[in-house]
T-cell receptor
């Protein structure tokens, strides 16, 4: 059964810093990989989807990459801002479109 | 933009009540999902559906049932609510093949 790990559980950085959020998988047979953002008490917002034939996706200051051989994905945030403070979750799409989620990394960007 | 709506943001019910949580999506997606999210446990899949009148159990279906009579609407039913079903409930939808899921705003359910 696929297990998704996100370490550390929380991260605090000063504004302007470039940062990398990590996500690892026990089963390297990853199909698609999706990164989400969740603000407190709210639903999940889809940030980036890396499909099975792709290795990375970019949207604005965000870049996500996927290395299937090592079972790892990273989300790179450039020039972080206080508005980036949220919980970031990664999820693997397994059989039948079912997502397996990590528990998330809570990011705090200090002004 | 894809829009997934849920009938309530907050809901308070009593133990033993039958509870209906409604989810509607406006993008003609085939797939719809119900999750619950709890501190320390993350998101867990309760039920999902690939098409009208089709349903599949997820990882934690006990105590829940679902209904999908129309493509755009997926309902989660708590037959007899219990305190351990106090949680945040999240609905999602997505297309076959692309597998990207889009989430609603969530329903915070409290069972007293």
């Amino acid at each position: 059964k696929q297990e998704v790990t996100q370490i550390p559980a929380a991260l605090s950085v000063p504004e302007g810093e470039n940062l990398v959020l990590n996500c690892s998988f026990t089963d390297s047979a990853i199909y698609n990989l999706q990164w989400f953002r969740q603000d407190p008490g709210k639903g999940l917002t889809s940030l980036l989807l890396i499909q099975s034939s792709q290795r990375e996706q970019t949207s604005g200051r965000l870049n996500a990459s996927l290395d299937k051989s090592s079972g790892r994905s990273t989300l790179y945030i450039a020039a972080s801002q206080p508005g980036d403070s949220a919980t970031y979750l990664c999820a693997d799409t397994g059989a039948n479109s079912k997502l397996t989620f990590g528990k998330g990394i809570t990011l705090s960007v200090r002004p | 933009d894809v829009k997934v709506t849920q009938s309530s943001r907050y809901l308070v019910k009593r133990t033993g009540e039958k509870v209906f949580l409604e989810c509607v999506q406006d993008m003609d997606h085939e797939n719809m999902f119900w999750y619950r999210q709890d501190p320390g446990l993350g998101l867990r899949l309760i039920y999902f559906s690939y098409d009208v009148k089709m349903k599949e159990k997820g990882d934690i279906p006990e105590g829940y049932s679902v209904s999908r009579e129309k493509k755009e609407r997926f309902s989660l039913i708590l037959e007899s609510a219990s305190t351990n079903q106090t949680s945040m409930y999240l609905c999602a939808s997505g297309t076959l093949g692309r597998d990207e899921q889009f989430f609603g705003p969530g329903t915070r359910l409290t069972v007293l």
